[in-house]
C-alpha cells in the first residue's frame, strides 16, 4: 500500500467551525446540533447513522463532542473534491479518502460502493460518504496500532483482532 500525503484544515478553520455548529455555546456539539447542521445535499434529514458515528468521536462517552473531540472529524471532512451537494461515485473516489494515508484498492472501492450505497445507483450520497470515511478513519486508527512501521502490513492473532474489532465504536 503506498502512502501519501493530504492538505489537512488549520485548527483555526476548525475552531471556527465547530463554534458555529456549537449553537447553546456549551463547549460541546450534541447530537442535535450536530444533525441540524449538517446537509447531504439531497433535502433529507442527514443519515442518523452517520451522526451517531460522528458523535462517537467523544473520547469521554458524554454523548456529545469537544473541539479536541471534533478536530480528526474536521480533519477527516476534507477528503477529496466533493462537494455537499455531490453524489460520490467510483471515479470520485479512486484517490480514496486522503486521511487514511493508505491507497485503498480497486477492489475494496468496489466493496465500499456497494456496501455505503443505499439505493443501488452506484452511487454513494454524500452523507454516506461521511460514514464510509468515519469507519475506514476508526479501523485505519485501530490497524496502525499494529502496523508499527505503517508500510500497510501487520501480523495479529486471532483474539488480537476480534478484541481490536469488538473495542470499535461503528
Known sequence: MSHFSSPMPSREFLWDVFQRVDRDRSGFINVDELASALSNGTWSPFNPET??????FDRHNRGQ???EDFVPYGSMSQ??????NSNIDKTRTENGPYFIRYRLSDGLLDTLMRKFDR????????DDFIQCCI?????????KEY??????????????????????KI
Open 135 to 143: 469507519v475506514l478513519y476508526t479501523l485505519t486508527a485501530a490497524f
Open 147 to 168: 502496523d508499527t512501521d505503517q508500510d500497510g502490513f501487520c501480523t495479529i492473532h486471532y483474539d488480537q483482532f476480534l478484541s481490536m474489532a469488538m473495542s470499535l
Open 65 to 67: 463532542v469537544s473541539f
Open 51 to 56: 451522526v451517531r458515528l460522528m458523535i462517537g
Open 79 to 84: 477528503t477529496g473534491r466533493i462537494g455537499q
Open 119 to 126: 439505493h443501488g445507483k452506484g452511487t454513494i450520497l454524500f
